[in-house]
Nanobody, 117 residues
Framework: VQLQASGGGLVQAGGSLRLSCAAS????????MGWYRQAPGEQRELVAT???????NYADSVKGRFTISRDNAKNTVYLQMNSLKPEDTAVYYC????????????WGQGTLVTVSS
């Protein structure tokens, strides 16, 4: 199983980006999917999660600006980021709880988001 994240880049403050993360491999089921981020010198933190049924959870710092969604047919999770701020600058990682022969938590490789002021 692999998680491939894409969509990061450089954007000015107030701008938008859309991250995508596709899971591939011998997948039987995916339950929770999510996005986390790690800024330089900081610990990795939760950004948003979404269940297979579509229930979402957001960090307070991104509520109202970021939207997580998923396409279960494509095994893909998205993160629409609007009104970006310099403090959103970080490497963004996707995560998914995936069942193949057994359950395991997987992580993508990370995609860098840089927001300039």
């Amino acid at each position: 199983v692999q998680l491939q994240a894409s969509g990061g880049g450089l954007v000015q403050a107030g701008g938008s980006l859309r991250l995508s993360c596709a899971a591939s491999g011998s997948i039987r089921a995916i339950t929770a999917m999510g996005w986390y981020r790690q800024a330089p010198g900081e610990q990795r933190e939760l950004v948003a999660t979404i269940t297979s049924g579509g229930s979402t959870n957001y960090a307070d710092s991104v509520k109202g600006r970021f939207t997580i969604s998923r396409d279960n047919a494509k095994n893909t999770v998205y993160l629409q980021m609007n009104s970006l701020k310099p403090e959103d600058t970080a490497v963004y990682y996707c995560s998914a709880d995936i069942t193949t022969l057994f359950w395991k938590n997987y992580w993508g490789q990370g995609t860098l988001v840089t927001v300039s002021s």
